[in-house]
């Protein structure tokens, strides 16, 4: 079933729209257009005037994807784009900027069912304008684990006298959101990040890793400081996951936090496609004070006695804040072009 709409004043030709991309619901792509119809007013100023990364699954979720970082040269002109410099490619890279809701459309259309922007605007490229720790259990762990992890770090965070957002990856993990909208680099963000990690892996070694060997994450919780990276995406709030639900990572509060891991009860912060919807009537959008909410990193040389047995992992980002910034070029992963297990079919 194809069909042609007008979205915004923008003419869009839609394709197989009863394709089902989610067979273990029957979640059909007609469905998956609507459901980024819906949640584009909370979800579009978090896309706004970012590079966005498309992993596209156009067989559905059970079979081959792959990754897009350049855009299609079959674009509508309309389409905005970003010139990112690839160092590792010694060539630009035309990043899609997510803007409006013709072009969220014209994505979900092409089976983008996951969409990951930088934690960077693309007009300044190394200077991120939020700190991100993605929490991942390693089974037997869970969400819940992860939650207790998340209230460790929201502790440590109001110690220096900051905000943190939590949001679910939409998977089985949990995504810690610092907003800064300061100028920053990643060499400070992702310094910090690394400290904070192995302060609670010090503090909390029975649950904790600050390591990303899979071997040794057995009913553990990574924290992955890592992704506090220029060549890093991280899911979009309110993205659907290829799961085999149409799960979505939803924004949640701090109660609903504390709620989950009090009950024991990972349920309780699984959301998929309506139900997030139904959220963001009643509730808003959560994570709005990402987008404006201004705060500094804290100096960790002033800091450090926060912790008395912790001096080692603060003194990195210490030592990191004493050297001198270098100037870097706009650069993206080496892995720019689209990246192919297999090909799929046209959608």
């Keep these: ?38 949640i584009a007013p909370a979800m579009l100023p978090h896309l706004a005037g970012r590079a966005l990364t498309r992993k596209r699954y156009p067989n559905g979720v059970d079979e081959e994807f792959f990754y897009e970082k350049n855009a299609p040269q079959h674009r509508p002109d309309w389409v905005k784009t970003a010139p990112i410099w690839s160092e590792g490619n010694r060539r630009t890279v035309h990043y899609i900027l997510a803007d409006d809701l013709p072009t969220l459309v014209w994505l979900a259309n092409l089976a983008a069912i996951e969409l990951h922007p930088s934690l960077a605007l693309a007009k ?44 679910t990856s939409g998977s089985k993990g949990l995504q810690i959101y610092v ?83 009090k009950k024991k009860d990972a349920n309780l912060l699984v959301f998929e496609a309506k139900q997030t919807v139904s959220r963001v009537e009643k509730l808003g959008d959560l994570f709005s004070p990402v987008l404006e909410l201004r705060q500094r990193l804290p100096d960790l040389r002033q800091v450090g006695s926060a912790a008395t047995e912790t001096e080692a992992p603060i003194s990195i980002a210490a030592q990191a804040e004493e050297e001198p910034e270098r100037p870097r070029r706009r650069t993206v992963k080496k892995s720019a072009r689209p990246e192919t297990r297999k090909p799929g079919r046209k959608v």
């Design 179 to 261: 907003p800064l909208n300061t100028p920053t680099k990643y060499e400070s963000t992702k310094t910090f990040a690394h400290a904070l990690a192995q302060l609670l892996e010090h503090d909390h070694r029975d649950l904790v890793v600050s390591d990303m060997k899979k071997q040794i994450r057995t009913g553990k919780v990574f924290v992955d400081w890592s992704q506090n990276d220029e060549h890093k995406t991280t899911i979009a709030v309110y993205s659907l996951r290829a799961r085999e639900r149409p799960t979505v990572s939803a924004p949640v509060t701090w109660e609903e936090v504390e709620r989950a891991h």
């Design 1 to 38: 079933m194809d069909s042609t709409i007008e979205v915004q004043g923008k003419q869009l030709k839609l394709s197989n729209l009863d394709k089902v991309l989610y067979p273990a619901t029957g979640f059909t792509k007609q469905q998956i257009i609507d459901y980024y119809v819906r």
């Design 124 to 167: 300044d490229i190394t200077c991120p304008t939020m700190m991100v720790f993605d929490l991942d259990p390693g089974p037997p762990a869970n969400i819940v684990q992860c939650c207790q992890v998340g209230l460790w770090l929201r502790e440590i965070f109001e110690h220096f006298g900051l905000q943190s957002f939590p949001k």
